[in-house]
């Protein structure tokens, strides 16, 4: 009888956004070793609902750019996701105009990108750009996709230059985000173990509502010498004047348990999103 050879699929990663992205791009750093499928998303609710349904057997999502700072929407998420983050990528990101090859800059009247990366080339487009409208866009590669159809003088986009070669039009300016040091933190959920390795956490604390709540909070990571590296609040939805925090600690494992209890131990409330390997900048 002859042996009937398993068939094993690819992993699939949902992402915000298409083929060509700045997503795409980070999931082919994180998974550069593990054959994947993109399935691409319209929203970050989409990419989120993807990996709840097992559509998806992880989900890369940007968190912060340095220079538009943090998506809260993408934060809200992740705390409502069962689960956990298992890394993160740093991504250096050069945005670019891109349009179809009848376009010059004196005919462009209308941009099209995500509204992210329309933040980040904002002196830019006023300098360059004063009287065109800028058009927010589900994705910054889908932006270019929908020009290219399109093939109007008056159209551009802004996205990155895997955007321009896969869907085939020449960038007409190069390096247009603010300042030269633009760079997207993009998360990696999974249902996986941490990895052993690991030397950062993503946590959400809810303080008590007493004056200096925070300050209590931030000494206790300072006195065990753990360096915080992201803090962002957000109010609380059903306690109005109460706030949450997310916070990014250099730390994991018995080190970082030993903090939390400390905290909790003053009615400060702490969930625990992720612990996995800091990302390198690209």
Request: charged letters at 20%; one cysteine or more.
């Amino acid at each position: 009888m002859a042996a009937v050879s398993a068939t094993i699929k690819d992993m699939k990663i949902a992402i915000q956004g298409q083929a060509g992205s700045f997503h795409q791009q980070a999931a082919q750093i994180f998974y550069h070793s593990t054959p994947f499928d993109i399935l691409p998303c319209a929203t970050f609710a989409d990419a989120f609902r993807a990996l709840e349904d097992n559509e998806a057997d992880a989900l890369v999502v940007a968190t912060d750019n340095s220079l538009y700072g943090s998506i809260n929407e993408v934060y809200q998420l992740i705390e409502a996701s069962s689960e956990p983050i298992i890394g993160e990528v740093a991504l250096n990101i050069a945005q670019h105009l891109i349009a179809h090859p009848s376009a010059t800059s004196e005919s462009i009247t209308e941009i099209y990108s995500h509204p992210v990366a329309l933040a980040q080339c904002r002196n830019f487009l006023t300098t360059m750009f004063p009287d065109a409208e800028l058009i927010e866009y589900f994705d910054t590669a889908g932006a270019v996709e929908m020009v290219r159809d399109m093939k109007s003088p008056v159209m551009a986009a802004i996205a990155g230059e895997t955007a321009a070669k896969l869907y085939n039009l020449p960038i007409i300016r190069r390096d247009i985000h603010d300042y030269a040091h633009n760079v997207t933190r993009f998360a990696v959920l999974e249902s996986r173990d941490n990895a052993p390795d690991a030397n950062r956490a993503s946590l959400v604390i809810t303080t008590t509502h007493q004056p200096g709540a925070l300050v209590e909070v931030l000494q206790a990571f300072a006195q065990a010498n753990i360096n915080i590296s992201h803090l962002q609040s957000q109010p609380i939805i059903d306690a109005p004047g109460r706030y949450k925090f997310f916070i990014t600690v250099d730390s994991a494992g018995n080190p970082l348990y030993r903090v939390c209890e400390k905290i909790e131990q003053g009615d400060h409330q702490i969930t625990l999103l992720g612990e996995y390997r800091a990302a390198k900048e690209r």
